[in-house]
């Protein structure tokens, strides 16, 4: 008998359980998952390497290359990685829950600046992150638990902002940024959607070298919506990817950070090295929380020290110790601002040698944008449809959107781009 009542039981549970009955009959239990669609950057870099056409080239990925096209190691990175590994008190040790405290506590002078009052006035937090992406999620989750409001990320962003506010759980919204007729900022009706957000809204800014459009507002236009976000009380929350990268000048690229400090504002800000130090792979990142008064520094702390252990345990060590040792070793630090130069003053390059050659062969439409906009990215304006002939009739790879990376350009290939583009706008609408 109680055998057979056991049996029933079994039998209940299966009906009104399908995943354990699909582990019953051997069948897995993740039948019901769906396909999940590729990343659109790194599934373009597969298609590329997969091609085998000679003379494919790559603008989507979002990575430095040399004029050969390779990546291209700082010659100042070599210079520390080759310290640090010499160095007999080198090891593998766990870091603290919030990282190699040299590096956060110079990444927070990096992006606020060394003479910045709320660095002199000890009102902030810096903790070590993976990379910019996991700056942004740990910022996310902070912003849910503690001031929890909708957030608005510009349109377009960066890919990525959407799926990490999302899982976050923050409610996503977008304010309207570029403007395709100009090809340039659509600032009055930025303006007037930040206005229009509820009062107390989380505003995702990017400081430099927007991406994907490469548009950045002028300082007039920061002091602009600096305003807005002070009338409404909203939460200015950057995400600073290419300081230094985009114009080869650290300060001038973090100047935009530095004001809404200096206008009072509390605010969150995402560093990454991974462009401007190279450091693709060692996702080296900084998470800095700029607060009103030192006295809640100890509590903020506290609380992104528990969701990062409950996260990551702990960031990786090598990547922060090599760029901790440039950012704390004047020679070092120096050699990298040269270095900085080399890659922004190339990328500079080949956006005025893409638009040279397209007015040589007189493409239709205006290219001043190419030459106009800044950093890595370039927002073509290309449709959906002319970037699928791209891709398929000359072997050309860029995202969707028409953005391309002008560092996937060099002298021998900036012509062959530049006639497949002049090829599509004339004959593809």
């Known amino acids: 008998m109680a055998s057979a009542n056991r049996i029933n ?43 085998t056409f ?3 080239i790559n603008v989507g990925v979002g990575a430095y290359r040399d004029e050969n096209g390779k990546p291209w190691v700082l010659p100042v990175v070599r210079k520390a990685e080759k310290q640090l590994i010499q160095d007999p008190k080198f090891d593998h040790e766990y870091l603290p829950i919030d990282g190699l405290k040299p590096f956060y ?58 799926d990490i506010f999302k899982d976050a759980e923050l409610e996503v919204h977008t304010y309207p940024y570029w403007d395709p007729k100009t090809r ?30 490469g548009v950045d507002p002028t300082p007039e236009q920061w002091r602009q919506i600096a305003a807005v976000l002070k009338e409404k009380s909203h939460f200015p929350f950057f995400d600073c990817a290419y300081q230094g990268f985009a114009t080869g000048d650290l300060d001038r690229d973090a100047s935009a950070v530095r004001y809404f400090v200096e206008q009072g504002f509390e605010l969150l800000v995402c560093q990454s090295y991974s462009k401007n130090l190279g450091l693709y792979g060692e996702r080296a990142g900084c998470l800095t929380v700029v607060l009103k008064s030192a006295s809640v520094v100890p509590q903020v702390r506290s609380q992104l020290v528990r969701l990062q252990r409950a996260a990551i ?60 906009q800044i950093g890595m990215f370039c927002y073509t304006g290309l449709s959906v449809k002319q970037v699928g002939v791209m891709k398929e009739k000359y072997h050309v790879y860029l995202t969707d959107n028409g953005r391309i990376s002008v560092a996937g350009l060099n002298q021998s290939n900036v012509r062959t781009f530049a006639e497949a583009l002049d090829w599509v706008v004339r004959n593809v609408n």
């Open 313 to 372: 345990s702990s960031p990786p060590a090598f990547g922060a110790r090599v760029a901790s040792l440039i950012l704390n070793d004047e020679t070092m630090f120096r050699e990298w601002t040269e270095q900085l130069k080399i890659m922004s003053g190339r990328i500079q390059t080949m956006r005025k040698l893409l638009h040279d050659a397209l007015i040589e062969l007189k493409t239709p439409g205006t290219w001043n944008h190419i030459t106009d």
């Open 54 to 56: 000679e003379k494919r």
């Open 9 to 51: 039981q079994l039998s209940s549970h299966l009906s009104s359980n399908p995943h354990a009955a699909a582990m019953s009959s051997g069948d897995s239990a993740f039948t019901h998952v769906t396909q999940a669609p590729p990343d659109p950057i790194l599934h373009l870099s597969h298609l590329h390497s997969e091609d």
């Open 184 to 213: 340039g900022l659509a600032l009055e009706d930025m303006l007037k959607s930040l206005k229009d957000a509820p009062n107390g809204s989380i505003i995702v800014l990017h400081p430099c070298a927007h991406n994907p459009t």
């Open 105 to 162: 506590e110079a990444s927070v002078r990096l992006i606020l600046g060394k003479d910045s009052a709320a660095v002199k006035e000890k009102r902030y937090v810096g903790i070590q992150t993976i990379s910019g992406s996991g700056a942004v999620r740990l910022g996310g989750a902070f912003l849910n638990r503690f001031r929890k409001a909708k957030i608005y990320v510009s349109n377009p962003t960066w890919g990525n902002h959407h």
